[in-house]
């Protein structure tokens, strides 16, 4: 059974600071997906990761797969107060539809 | 385009009671699913379907029935609500191929009292 650990699952920042949020998965998943989540709002996908060694930057959000670790990360560059939402990571096991999602990290940018 | 359609947005129901939630989508996508999204949890698989008429359980399916009569539309039955069921539903659907990304819907607020 995959299943996916986020950490951290809170986090308080400065806006200007770099952090990265950690994705591990329990068995071999053939892709990696991140989602942002404002509140009470619905998910909006970030970015889909398919390979060993992907990384993929959009603004000042940027994304890695490593498959042998079977670990992702989301970096964050000088944070702004924009950024501040809850993201998730999610996994697919090979072969199946649907995803297993982390628990989600809830994000904080502080001026 | 619409994307994912999701109704009701909000419903409260009372213990025993059966209802749908409907989910529309106007992309042709294969692929739907549905999830439940409860405080602390991250989002829950329920069921989902590769194409019509065909369906299959998720991690959470018991208390739900789903159909998929056409691509366009995957709704969602409770068929004798229970308060554990109070959560906010979200539909998804993604395009055939690698590394499509899901698509969500609003979700539908559900209360079960």
Known sequence: ELKVEQNPLFLSMQEGKNYTIYCNYSTTS??????????GKSLESLFVLLSNGAVKQEGRLMASLDTKARLSTLHIT???????????????????DGLTFGKGTHLIIQP | NAGVTQTPKFQVLKTGQSMTLQCAQDM???????????????LRLIHYSVGAGITDQGEVPNGYNVSRSTTEDFPLRLLSAAPSQTSVYFCASRETGSGQPQHFGDGTRLSIL
């Not at chain 1, 702004?80 to 096991?93: I, K, N, P, Q």
């Not at chain 2, 042709?28 to 991250?42: A, F, I, K, L, V």
């Open chain 2, 28 to 42: 042709n996508h294969e692929y739907m699913s549905w999830y439940r999204q409860d405080p602390g949890m991250g």
């Open chain 1, 78 to 96: 000088a944070a702004v107060h924009d950024l501040s939402a809850t993201y998730f990571c999610a996994a697919r096991e090979g072969g199946a």
């Open chain 1, 30 to 39: 053939d892709r990696l997906y991140w989602y942002r989540q404002d509140p």
